[in-house]
């Protein structure tokens, strides 16, 4: 079984700047997926950032990068200069690759980003 | 494209009363999911379906009933409504999980109070 790990229920970030968000994953699995999504306050869930377990390099996707630490089983995301417009709840999830279909979701990380 | 779509958006339930919540996906998604949303928590699976006629049970599926019909629906029955089940309930689809990059698509939600 997949457990996932946000230890940061809030984060308070000023406008412009950069912010990590924790994440730590347990499996046993082989191979896997680390997924991070966006929850508004609108809420739906939108989906930022993917990484594979054996991908090489670190995942980024325009302002929002993954901090893959393998041995560290750790996943943290890095929004880059940030904006009033990404105060949000973050999520953490993690997916098993070769047959399983389950998300497994983080408690959150409440991120605001203050002007 | 509409993506996912579900019905209704709010409902307020009877303790005992049932109900069915709808999705509908026109990606012609193969795997579709049913998650829950506790206050101040993540997602936790109810119930998904790898297929028309396949259905599987995921963290958290007593109390609820699916179906999976046609490709492009997914319903989600609620029978004799109980407190415990009030939450907001999201609808997810996705092509094929087991591949890298391919991430669930999230519908709105669907925020349910059993009073």
């Known amino acids: 079984a997949q457990k996932i790990t946000q230890t940061q229920p809030g984060m308070f970030v000023q406008e412009k700047e950069a912010v990590t968000l924790d994440c730590t994953y347990d499996t046993s699995d082989p191979s896997y997926g680390l997924f991070w999504y966006k929850q508004p306050s609108s809420g739906e869930m939108i989906f930022l950032i993917y990484?594979?377990?054996?991908?090489?390099q670190n995942a980024t996707e325009g302002r929002y990068s993954l901090n893959f630490q393998k041995a560290r089983k750790s996943a943290n995301l890095v929004i880059s200069a940030s904006q009033l417009g990404d105060s949000a709840m973050y999520f953490c999830a993690a997916r098993s690759q070769g047959g399983s279909e389950k998300l497994v979701f983080g408690k959150g990380t409440k991120l605001t980003v203050n002007p | 494209n509409a993506g996912v779509t579900q019905t209704p958006k709010f409902r307020i339930l009877k303790i005992g009363q049932s109900m069915t919540l709808q999705c509908t996906q026109d990606?012609?998604?193969?795997?579709m999911y049913w998650y829950r949303q506790d206050p101040g928590m993540g997602l936790k699976l109810i119930y998904y379906s790898v297929g028309a006629g396949i259905t599987d049970k995921g963290e958290v599926p007593n109390g609820y009933n699916v179906s999976r019909s046609t490709t492009e629906d997914f319903p989600l029955r609620l029978e004799l409504a109980a407190p415990s089940q009030t939450s907001v309930y999201f609808c997810?689809?996705?092509?094929?999980?087991?591949?890298?990059?391919?991430?669930?698509?999230f519908g709105p939600g669907t925020r349910l109070t059993v009073l």
């Open positions: 990606m012609n998604h193969n795997y």
């Open positions: 990484q594979g377990s054996y991908d090489q």
């Open positions: 997810a689809s996705s092509s094929s999980p087991g591949r890298g990059t391919d991430t669930q698509y």
